[in-house]
């Protein structure tokens, strides 16, 4: 209220004209200071008092014009978040997990831009054929899976704008680091940064270091017949002798050399002899009953049990399928394998180390979010470097 009184009180002042005084004045500080500047001067003392008296207004935390960060002077706002991923923020009902995909989002986010601002800067741009095609392959894969490309956008609160904008990124920040890493696919304009060819002998060294990760255990195939008594059957008895007669009855045309499909499927019946691939069983040792086990991995394939062996009111006919002992898969059997393993490991370790060279030469404020980016780069090259040393 000081303010409102004060301020019409100035500008009646203003108006009207100030008498000079009368007489000689023989100190003429004595007159003092004239009202009007008096009163001004008041006016403005209240008006920064209420100023400073008011409640800082701070930012809304959830307002989608926030300013988050910067990257090489574009702006980053939390509503590159929303884009990212608000469908997943909109389930979540904690804060402090809100907080933690937000974060994480974000640092996405950066490094996304880092890339992107170095595939502008080498000159890498899409065209509008390519972008048509590229957004056609898109709704494609949308009606595919039943949606449509109104609905996504509606998901995510998206123009059609900004879904452009997202694929002309993704376009030319994948040309960029295919031509960075050495690959084929990318864009001429854009040298090699790093080298990832994965030599012959880098190859075999790998696997002589580590022949725990090409050891096979052993392991055995089984044919195994399972005829069951009929619970429906009154006679307890009666049902377990006639179960036991039909597995002799298999058992016996195994021994005389018929084959063992015809034989399972005129036992249990076609359409149940299908369902469970003919009563084939493969396993590795310790995976099985002592019994089975030693049966499978102590007679070579083809030989037929003794006699049925009852197992509770059934009675199980058995036939070897052959077994392998443990061993480790020689080298050029897993050649190719552990140089296509290597060759991804070594891909991944190459875009890191391109990342990390983009981001020390990119503008990425705060200060501590370049940091935060930089130690997840190093953190993730890092896991990387132990699981596949």
């Known amino acids: 209220m000081r303010r409102i009184l004060l301020l019409p009180t100035i500008l009646l002042l203003a108006a009207c004209p100030s008498v000079p005084p009368q007489g000689e004045v023989e100190d003429p500080a004595a007159m003092g200071r004239p009202l009007e500047l008096e009163q001004r001067e008041q006016a403005r003392t209240a008006i920064k008092a209420d100023a400073d008296s008011a409640p800082a207004a701070g930012p809304d935390a959830r307002s989608s014009s926030r300013v988050l960060a910067y990257v090489n ?9 929303l884009l990212k991923v608000g469908p997943q923020l909109a389930v979540l009902g904690e804060e402090g997990q809100k907080r933690q995909l937000e974060d994480q989002a974000l640092l996405d986010i950066l490094r996304d831009r880092v890339v992107f601002h170095a595939s502008v800067e080498a000159g890498v741009r899409m065209t509008r054929d390519q972008l048509d095609a590229e957004r056609a392959l898109r709704m494609k894969d949308l009606k595919a899976n039943g949606g449509t490309l109104e609905a996504f956008l509606a998901e995510r609160g998206m123009t059609r704008r900004e879904y452009d904008q997202g694929i002309r990124r993704e376009w030319s920040m994948q040309r960029f680091m295919m031509s960075a890493l050495g ?8 040298r090699p940064m790093t080298d990832v060819f994965v030599s012959p002998d880098e190859v075999r060294k790998y696997w002589e270091r580590h022949p725990d990760r090409y050891r096979e255990p052993a392991h ?28 002799e009855v298999a058992h016996k045309a195994l021994l005389d050399g018929e084959d063992w499909v015809p034989v399972y499927r005129r036992t249990i019946g076609a359409e149940a002899a299908a369902e469970d691939a003919y009563g084939l069983l493969s396993f590795r040792r310790g995976e099985r009953a002592a019994w089975m086990e030693e049966f499978a991995f102590g007679n070579p394939k083809g030989t037929v049990c003794e006699a049925p062996v009852p197992l509770g ?10 077994f392998a002992a443990e061993r480790v898969v020689p080298y050029d059997e897993v050649q190719e394998s552990v140089r296509s393993q290597l060759g991804q490991v070594r891909r991944q370790m190459a875009s ?38």
């Open 73 to 81: 002077g574009e702006v980053i706002t939390y509503r590159a978040v």
């Open 183 to 190: 690959l084929g696919g990318g864009d001429p304009r854009v």
């Open 220 to 247: 055995a195939e089984l044919h195994i017949l399972r005829v069951k008594a009929d619970r429906a059957t009154p006679d307890r008895e009666a049902a377990v002798a006639a179960a036991k007669a039909k597995a």
């Open 313 to 322: 009111t059934s009675f199980v006919v058995m036939v070897a399928a052959g």
């Open 352 to 389: 890191y180390e391109v990342e990390l060279k983009l981001l020390e030469r990119a503008s990425v404020e705060p200060a501590e979010r370049a940091t935060d980016l930089r130690d997840l780069l190093r953190a993730s090259r890092r896991d990387l470097m132990d699981r596949f040393d």
